[in-house]
């Protein structure tokens, strides 16, 4: 069964902050994961891609622990622009077919 | 570069009409996702093709939807007869696939209201 639980939230932090999600799946043998974020009312856009060694970019780091199964994003310093909802994607299959499944999002709300 | 294109971006409709959604891909990807979004139920994946051959139709919610991928440039997602329980948005997405690999784009998304 292919199952992504994210924790709804919201996360309600200011400026400055330091915060982190979590994101649990069921098996999966992918290699990659994937954090998009969604603005309200547009389209979920790529944020990062994870992978066994985890991912940095600036303010933010992704982390895979495929023992305990569940991908984290860390968000430094949090800044106004960065509230949105953070989705995470999960590929289930296999033999070099594998179909994304998304988590129902957790939504950060960064305020002054 | 254009990014995902979806046509129409707004669509209102009465409950019993034919709706058709339509998407064209990145140039050169080779995987293209058709998704609903709901509040009660998340982002949901109704079909993906890969090289224009459906792979995985298991979303479909039931006979009324349709998808077809003529092209490489276009695919078209067809409800037949709508009902209010399909307001949702849809959106399009389309990928390189490479093993194990899917960053996806999505386009703007089409807002189906059905009165």
């Known amino acids: 069964r292919k199952e992504v639980e994210q924790d709804p939230g919201p996360f309600n932090v200011p400026e400055g902050a330091t915060v982190a999600f979590n994101c649990t799946y069921s098996n999966s043998a992918s290699q990659s994961f994937f954090w998009y974020r969604q603005d309200c009312r547009k389209e979920p856009k790529l944020l990062m891609s994870v992978y066994s060694s985890g991912n940095e970019d600036g303010r933010f780091t992704a982390q895979l622990n495929r023992a305990s199964q569940y991908i984290s994003l860390l968000i430094r310093d949090s800044k106004l622009s960065d509230s949105a909802t953070y989705l995470c994607v999960v590929p289930f299959g296999g033999g070099g077919s594998y179909i994304p499944t998304f988590g129902r999002g957790t939504s950060l709300i960064v305020h002054p | 570069d254009a990014g995902v294109i979806q046509s129409p971006r707004h669509e209102v409709t009465e409950m019993g009409q034919e709706v058709t959604l339509r998407c064209k891909p990145i140039?050169?990807?080779?995987?293209l996702f058709w998704y609903r979004q709901t509040m009660m139920r998340g982002l949901e994946l109704l079909i993906y093709?890969?090289?224009?051959?459906?792979?995985?139709d298991s979303g479909m919610p039931e006979d009324r939807f349709s998808a077809k991928m003529p092209n490489a440039s276009f695919s078209t997602l067809k409800i037949q007869p709508s009902e209010p329980r399909d307001s949702a948005v849809y959106f399009c997405?389309?990928?390189?696939?490479?093993?194990?690999?899917?960053?996806?784009?999505f386009g703007p998304g089409t807002r189906l209201t059905v009165t």
């Open positions: 140039s050169g990807h080779n995987s």
């Open positions: 997405a389309s990928s390189l696939a490479g093993t194990g690999l899917y960053e996806q784009y």
């Open positions: 093709f890969n090289n224009n051959v459906p792979i995985d």
